[in-house]
């Protein structure tokens, strides 16, 4: 990626780059939060943060729309946020207690929201295509024009389910995104260690599959790229493919001690291509904020992750009674 | 105030570690984000990032330091508009609680009390002695009946349940236009449509995620496997994406829906084609597992899968597909989850079974009958829930049990019947209880061997023998 050029001021409302600035800010400190209480012994077992790929949820996001559905892997709680999920439910699911979005029994990996339309958090890699193909499938058998974005990574993009994923995705015209966020490393095997195929979305071509790459750490490249996905699915066209070149400043998880890479790549990436300097310089330079502005919006969303911190904290354990409960249900929770 | 930077867990198992280097000195300022040290733990070493921006007013553990405990403080971050004299006096104490040290987690966890009324052991066990049995009819008396095959009832089943409920589709490998491998999908394609017959390409791992996805997003999938050993590429999503996201979800999500199809040895097909997965499949808690033998069972049990608001396991077998039982003519036949059926009452020993092996079962009543031994004949029709109250009433009767299953031994269903039966009706038992099942071996082709391989009714006579001392 190309060191980062002076913003050349885009046709962007001032309304539109805040929010985006405000929503990669959320996740950015929440997922330093994480990590913090990580540290401390609070959040447990596997803790995968997704700081420094923000602006593709958050771009992505804005292209979407009510009803839309959405499907991750286990780096998803930039996803949750980015989809208005309740920072609190989503901290308290991280430590394990009765105020998370599955009664702390789910964890960092497995969280979902039936409100949001937000269907996981699963933690097998590549898992979440077929299903999320499948909840495209359940929209297109109920008539809706409803979109399903269905994320994974560069590691999941060589798991043989994505591809027979999209030769049924293809032959049955399912609105479904397929979201590549290559941030260049399964866990510690880089992509070039991975396959010879110079791009991943290229491979969609053997089953028709339309796509393209994108700069994710541009998140208004991202959005015009998800409104051109979606507006291909909407038109029932059948699915698309985006490969969101991003990057993740941290380990693949909290015990990752990075090894495959040097310090000076990461810190170049920050230097260079950081997707919230960039909005912030956008901001900046087109005279939408001024610096104090941009405190006071640091200030909030400090206080809104402080907060959810807390609860994170304060809530408590489940009930030892909640082992026995959510194994089987009486009435599907879809028709309740 | 000062914050206290203290020394971080970077591992699920970490409790202490050596702080290796240092990278920033006192009076630097720091971003959130930026790398303040090298932390050895004890599997790697690791960078540690600051989260708050501020300057490092003092460093409390001078590098190569070993065995600094988790949460201890190691530095103090200074605040925009703080001198150093505040890292004279810190706060009194870390800037958030440290949790509790892990180990003993764990060990409350442990030894946690269980909640009263819930179960006492890991499986749902019925009260010692055992409650009665429910031995209700499965049909009133006098309902008219008609000779079916189990193939014909099985397909009625999915027809009447895809009229009631347009949600309902199936999916699989050459169930519309071939009219299904086993023609068990038989003109349902010409009833119902290519929108609700979908023939998928040979994909399991594939379409058994996609149809869970759809189950997510509100539909009611039944996806038919050409045979369960093909289910085995699909077993993640089975397990891990059907059966788990009840609980994980909290509630919230679920995959209500069925896969099914026929499961166990056939004939002549050799290791690949001839396994049977009951005990595989009723071991995972979310999962329902259903094991007809009969036609009237096939359909009952089908319909009642396709409504059950949880991931139903469906297992047929090829060899019943052509037999014909009576069904009752019903508007609306069901059979239950988790209810027995009493094929046969008898007063010497229980022979409990399933599936195609409840014809070894049967089979074997018939030829101890000649010899003047009575055996009572258990179908247990589910493997999860399991009827434990019907088999514990019937070896507190009878005082003897031998289990017959087609499946492989170890860690068989009637491996599991046996400890229950152990535990809870002890003292009733006037014998150990016998396991009749497959042979531990992969399934053979050569005729001989295959026939040596299966469980027979010979081999159930002479374990009830055994148990009867005769």
């Known amino acids: 990626m190309a060191a980062r050029k002076a913003p050349d001021l885009p046709n962007v409302s001032k309304d539109e780059l805040l929010k985006y600035y405000r929503e990669m800010l959320l996740i950015r400190r929440f997922e330093e939060k994480a990590g913090q209480l990580y540290g401390m012994g609070l959040i447990g077992g596997f803790c995968h943060l997704y700081i420094g790929q923000e602006a593709v949820v958050v771009g992505l996001e804005a292209a979407a729309s009510e009803g839309d559905k959405r499907v ?72 809706t024009d409803r979109v399903t974005f269905t994320y994974f990574g560069d590691g999941a993009a060589n798991q043989g389910q994505v591809y027979e994923t999209y030769n049924m995705a293809e032959l049955w015209n399912l609105p479904v995104v397929f979201v590549i966020e290559n941030n260049q490393y399964a866990m510690g095997t880089s992509v070039k260690r991975s396959t010879k195929s110079p791009t991943l979305w290229q491979r969609g071509a053997a089953y028709g599959i339309e796509g393209e790459a994108v700069d994710g750490m541009d998140v208004l ?18 699915p698309y493919i985006l490969e969101v070149m991003t990057y993740r400043y941290r380990g693949h998880s909290m015990s990752d001690p990075a090894k495959y890479r040097t310090r000076e790549e990461v810190q170049k990436m920050r230097d260079e291509r950081d997707p919230i300097e960039h909005v912030r310089d956008l901001l900046l330079t087109g005279n939408h904020a001024t610096d104090d502005d941009l405190k006071a919006i640091d200030r909030d969303i400090k206080a809104v992750v402080n907060e959810a911190a807390e609860f994170s904290k304060e809530s408590p354990e489940p009930d030892l009674s909640e082992l026995w409960t959510d194994i089987y249900a009486d009435v599907a929770p879809q028709d309740a | 105030m000062a914050t206290e930077i203290l020394m971080p867990a970077l591992s699920p198992t970490m409790e202490e570690g050596t702080l290796a280097k240092w990278l920033v000195k006192e009076g630097d300022a720091v971003k959130s984000g930026q790398i303040l040290a090298e932390i050895e733990t004890d599997k790697a070493t690791m960078e540690f990032e600051a989260v708050d921006e501020g300057t490092i007013g003092k460093l409390l553990v001078a590098e190569g330091t070993q065995g600094v405990k988790v949460n201890a403080p190691i530095a103090l971050l200074l605040a925009e508009g703080e001198d150093a004299s505040a890292a004279a006096a810190p706060a009194s104490g870390p800037a958030s609680v440290p949790a509790q040290p892990k180990a003993e987690e764990t060990a409350q966890k442990t030894d946690a009390p269980r909640t009263e009324g819930k179960p006492t052991s890991a499986v749902e066990q019925a009260p010692h002695p055992a409650k009665a049995a429910d031995t209700t009819p499965d049909w009133p008396e006098g309902t008219q009946m008609k000779s079916m095959t189990v193939r014909e009832a099985l397909r009625e089943a999915m027809a009447e349940e895809m009229t009631r409920d347009d949600s309902v589709f199936l999916m699989g490998e050459e169930v519309g236009e071939y009219q299904g491998a086993y023609k068990i999908s038989q003109g349902l394609l010409d009833q119902f449509g290519p929108k609700r017959v979908i023939d998928t390409p040979i994909t399991e791992h594939g379409f058994a995620g996609i149809a869970v996805g759809a189950a997510f997003g509100g539909l009611r999938p039944i996806v038919e496997f050409m045979t369960f050993n093909f289910a085995m590429q699909a077993i993640d999503q089975i397990i891990n994406s059907a059966a788990k996201t009840l609980y994980m979800s909290g509630g919230q999500m679920g995959a209500p829906m069925v896969f099914r199809g026929p499961n166990g040895a056939a004939a002549r097909v050799g290791a690949q084609h001839s396994q049977d997965y009951a005990a595989w499949y009723a071991q995972i808690p979310g999962l329902k597992v259903a094991m007809p033998y009969s036609a009237a069972d096939a359909k009952g049990l089908l319909k009642t899968a396709i409504r059950d608001p949880n991931p139903v396991i469906f297992l047929e077998n090829e060899i019943l597909y052509g037999r014909s039982f009576d069904v009752p003519v019903l508007e609306d036949f069901t059979v239950p989850f988790g209810k027995a059926k009493i094929w046969r009452e008898g007063s010497d020993v229980t022979l409990v079974s399933f599936g195609i092996g409840m014809a070894h079962a049967l089979e074997a009543a018939d030829k101890l009958a000649a010899e003047g031994i009575s055996a009572e004949v258990i179908d247990l029709r589910t493997l999860r829930p399991i009827d434990y109250d019907t088999v514990i009433a019937s070896v507190q009767k009878t005082n003897r049990c031998v289990t017959v299953e087609e499946g492989f031994p170890v860690g068989s269903i ?57």
């Open chain 1, 72 to 143: 991750t892997s286990y780096r998803d709680h930039g996803h949750m946020l980015a989809c208005g999920m309740d920072p609190k439910g989503v901290m308290a699911e991280l430590t394990g207690r009765e105020g998370g979005y599955s009664k702390g029994k789910g964890g960092s990996m497995h969280m979902f929201s039936k409100e949001k339309h937000f269907y996981g958090g699963h933690g097998i890699v590549g898992a979440q295509v077929p299903i999320g193909a499948g909840l495209a499938f359940s929209d297109m058998y109920k008539g």
């Open chain 2, 414 to 470: 009637g491996n599991h019947l046996s400890a229950y039966i152990m535990e809870n009706a002890f003292d009733w038992l006037d014998a150990p209880v016998i396991n009749c099942a497959g042979k531990d071996v992969p399934m053979p082709y050569a005729a001989n061997l295959e026939k040596l391989a299966l469980v027979t009714s010979d081999e159930v006579v002479a374990a009830v023998k055994k148990v009867t001392y005769r």
């Open chain 1, 221 to 238: 490249a991202v959005k015009a790229a998800g409104e051109r996905a979606v507006a291909h699915c909407r038109a029932g066209n059948g």
